[in-house]
């Protein structure tokens, strides 16, 4: 079975600049997460996906970050403008619905400079 | 409401001895506990989960944890450590709603294993 697979898995950009992070969850995966960690500690969750709607978005800075999952599957996560404080690795994560067992993708390293 | 406290930032014992990292966690309803594994430069693999059914969990390459709801306690053990296990720990909590509805992970601050030759 493959995994989740992100792109890209590593990206340098300045601050003020956008990005955008792609992925692809495990076939048949109704439930997408997106986390933030931040070098030295735990992921931190942005971002839930039922199907194509948001279950739970209270932690992504929505003045800057947006997410979206068309059609229920892929999913993109952008953060326009970046800050330095949002260097930190991008992982995507999924799982079936109502089953709480969650499969990581290997992450997107952003550095911002 | 959820969280979880690893007490311990990074544990270093000698290879072939007993490893153990302790978390504590908090949660509203009824939890499910799990660990996880992050090597340098790899995903996040999981170790063993606790979803409420016996509360000794065994889990693979050797590892268990068991819950004790009274100590709010789920601590991972091994009998005996080896040089692949050194890599960072996270202690995980995710709280079951009564309308049935999971919440997403909380992670704990991560302990790092460090095995001595």
């Known amino acids: 079975e493959a995994g989740v697979a992100q792109s890209p898995r590593y990206k340098i950009i300045e601050k003020r600049q956008s990005v955008a992070f792609w992925c692809n969850p495990i076939s048949g995966h109704a439930t997408l997460y997106w986390y933030q960690q931040i070098l030295g500690q735990g992921p931190k969750l942005l971002i839930q996906f039922q199907n194509n709607g948001v279950v739970d978005d209270s932690q992504l800075p929505k003045d800057r970050f947006s997410a979206e999952r068309l059609k229920g599957v892929d999913s993109t996560l952008k953060i326009q403008p970046a800050k330095l404080e949002d260097s930190a690795v991008y992982l995507c994560?999924?799982?079936?619905?109502?089953?709480?067992?969650?499969?990581f993708g290997p992450g997107t390293r952003l550095t911002v400079t | 409401a959820q969280s979880v406290t690893q007490l311990d930032s990074h544990v270093s014992v000698s290879e072939g001895t007993p490893v153990l990292l302790r978390c504590n966690y908090s949660?509203?309803?009824?939890?499910?506990l799990f660990w996880y594994v992050q090597h340098p430069n790899k995903g996040l693999q999981l170790l063993l989960k606790y979803t409420s059914a016996a509360t000794l969990v065994k889990g693979i390459n050797g590892f268990e944890a068991e819950f004790k709801k009274s100590e709010t306690s789920f601590h991972l053990t091994k009998p005996s450590a080896h040089m692949s296990d050194a890599a960072e720990y996270f202690c995980v909590v995710s709280d079951q709603d009564p309308g049935g509805g999971a919440d997403g992970l909380t992670f704990g601050k991560g302990t790092h294993l460090i095995i001595q030759p």
């Open positions: 994560a999924s799982s079936f619905a109502g089953v709480y067992e969650q499969y």
């Open positions: 949660s509203s309803y009824s939890p499910s």
